[in-house]
């Protein structure tokens, strides 16, 4: 307890001087959840911690960055007609949730300029959508490739209220999105490997297994440069992996790459289903 105050401070630090690095407390666990772009960069960032700040911190295992992104539109209403602190309020929202094309990488959210939603509780209703969006309908990450649009609603001037046209916009983004089709997403790596030709065929071998897509294989003198790409899920400990497929001679690198669906074959075979 008396280090948690430190633990913050320092957090908060790293992410200052390194704007890949985020971190989040969860209020609800008391934990903090840090996210970088790899394992190599959280393990820098433990090594901070402790070498730094001397804090010794307990630490999970990394986990995987999942999206979801709708991939068929879908429509949903909700309405709020209760009372609020000994006031009766009234809010109700209809709204189109529909795929983004491309690769984009967040949520749009948009208010009909005609629809009866006042316009004093336009933002608030937007703002209320983009934090839903948080909380995706499959298994809780956040979504993306996605444009929800207010597109009508309802409105009774003397009770309608801001907290009621949020609540409102967020009960019916959800149904929306019970509605629509949503795809998880993974992210990819784009992997080079460089290794000794007498090692190649083992270390394809064993990308191979981990499912990744290799693209080529370039001669340079001795040495081979395997290419592709990878889910990053299948890459946590590879470090080690190449070293002990190459007597420690291999050396690897990789960057983000997009990411791609999960299909429903690979969801089975990791244990996930429906939330």
């Known amino acids: 307890t008396a280090d948690r105050d430190k633990l913050r401070t320092a957090l908060a630090r790293l992410a200052r001087e390194d704007p890949s690095l985020h971190e989040k407390e969860d209020e609800a666990t008391g934990q903090w959840l840090v996210s970088g772009m790899g394992e190599l960069h959280l393990e820098v960032a433990l090594h901070r911690l402790k070498a730094d700040y001397r804090l010794e911190a307990n630490v999970g295992r990394p986990r995987v960055a999942y999206r979801e992104a709708v991939r068929r539109a879908g429509r949903g209403a909700a309405r709020v007609d209760r009372v609020l602190a000994g006031k009766e309020v009234f809010g109700a929202v209809e709204l189109l949730v529909e795929p983004l094309p ?27 959508l983009l934090e839903a969006a948080q909380v995706g309908p499959r298994f809780g990450f956040p979504l993306v490739r996605a444009r929800v649009h207010v597109v009508g609603g309802e409105s009774r001037p003397r009770l309608d209220a801001e907290p009621a046209f949020t609540q409102a916009a967020a009960t019916a983004l959800r149904k929306a999105l019970e509605a629509a089709e949503v795809d998880l997403l993974e992210p990819l790596m784009a992997f080079e490997v460089q290794t000794p030709a007498e090692f190649t065929s083992g270390i394809i071998a064993d990308l191979n297994a981990r499912k990744a897509e290799v693209g080529g294989v370039a001669v340079s003198g001795p040495l081979r440069l395997v290419t592709g790409a990878v889910p990053l ?43």
């Open 102 to 128: 491309g690769e984009a990488t967040g949520v749009e959210a948009q208010v009909d300029p005609e629809c009866a939603v006042p316009p004093a509780f336009r933002e608030a209703v937007r703002t209320a």
């Open 233 to 275: 899920s299948q890459m946590f400990g590879y470090s080690t992996a190449v070293r002990s497929l190459s007597q420690g001679r291999a050396s690897f690198s990789m960057q983000p790459a997009g990411y791609r669906v999960v299909s429903p074959e690979e969801l089975e075979a990791r244990g996930l289903s429906w939330s």
